[in-house]
């Protein structure tokens, strides 16, 4: 099992000094952005105005109080389930790493990183905006899977997450959304 540790940590440190290595200015801004909790702002427009055209007013609005029951969970489950658990130090704050690293802002992120809460929040909102819209906007998936792949990326980039904690991340974010839109489905609110 060390092994197989070893070689995770192994291509986490390769992909992530890989991935970090090709920034410049022009990126540092845009990977920033896309980082930021507003980035997504425009995104949640969109989603909603596609749920009030499709939803009557209160299933809309009850699909909006689920979007924001996924990220509450997300968010908890990524810090007090993995983070506080695990206790994996980020990129930026290991000491064989974070001297090798581009720091953008000098931004750092919290001490620990298994799971990306960027990852699990993005890709648990995304999963459920295309469960719960799918039958009506069928190509949705195009639009949700690059964002979830940008922002997680942009976690990478900026140093702050291994590839690891962002699969990870989006890993918790899918079963999490998955498992509230079967239960949603069980008790008939969709």
Same mark, same amino acid.
């Given at each position: 099992?060390?092994?197989?540790?070893?070689?995770?940590?192994?291509?986490?440190? #390769?992909?992530? *000094?890989? !991935?970090?290595? *090709?920034?410049?200015?022009?990126?540092?801004?845009?990977?920033?952005?896309?980082?930021?909790?507003?980035?997504?702002?425009?995104?949640?427009?969109?989603?909603?105005?596609?749920? /009030?055209? /499709?939803?009557?007013? #209160?299933?809309?609005? &009850?699909?909006?109080?689920? &979007? *924001?029951?996924? @990220?509450?969970?997300?968010?908890?489950?990524?810090?007090?389930?993995? #983070?506080?658990?695990?206790?994996?130090?980020?990129?930026?704050?290991?000491?064989?790493?974070?001297?090798?690293?581009?720091?953008?802002?000098?931004? /750092?992120?919290?001490?620990?990183?298994?799971?990306?809460?960027?990852?699990?929040?993005?890709?648990? !909102?995304?999963?459920?905006?295309?469960?719960?819209? #799918?039958?009506?906007?069928?190509?949705?998936?195009?639009?949700?899977?690059?964002?979830? &792949?940008?922002?997680?990326?942009?976690? @990478?980039?900026?140093?702050?997450?291994?590839?690891?904690?962002?699969?990870?991340?989006?890993? *918790?974010?899918?079963? !999490?959304?998955?498992?509230?839109?079967?239960? !949603?489905?069980?008790?008939?609110?969709?």
């Amino acid at each position: 099992m060390s092994d197989f540790i070893s070689i995770i940590e192994s291509f986490d440190h #390769k992909v992530l *000094l890989f !991935i970090n290595s *090709l920034n410049s200015p022009f990126l540092d801004e845009i990977m920033w952005i896309v980082s930021s909790v507003w980035f997504g702002l425009p995104f949640y427009v969109v989603f909603i105005v596609l749920l /009030t055209k /499709t939803y009557n007013l #209160k299933q809309a609005v &009850l699909m909006i109080i689920v &979007l *924001l029951v996924v @990220v509450s969970l997300c968010d908890l489950s990524a810090k007090y389930f993995f #983070k506080e658990v695990f206790e994996r130090y980020r990129p930026s704050h290991n000491l064989l790493l974070k001297d090798k690293l581009h720091l953008v802002n000098n931004y /750092t992120g919290g001490v620990y990183g298994f799971v990306s809460s960027h990852a699990a929040n993005m890709a648990g !909102i995304s999963s459920m905006v295309y469960f719960i819209l #799918k039958h009506r906007f069928v190509k949705i998936g195009y639009l949700l899977v690059p964002f979830v &792949l940008l922002v997680s990326y942009s976690r @990478v980039y900026l140093g702050v997450h291994y590839v690891s904690d962002v699969i990870g991340g989006m890993l *918790l974010g899918f079963l !999490i959304s998955f498992s509230l839109y079967k239960f !949603i489905v069980k008790i008939k609110i969709l």
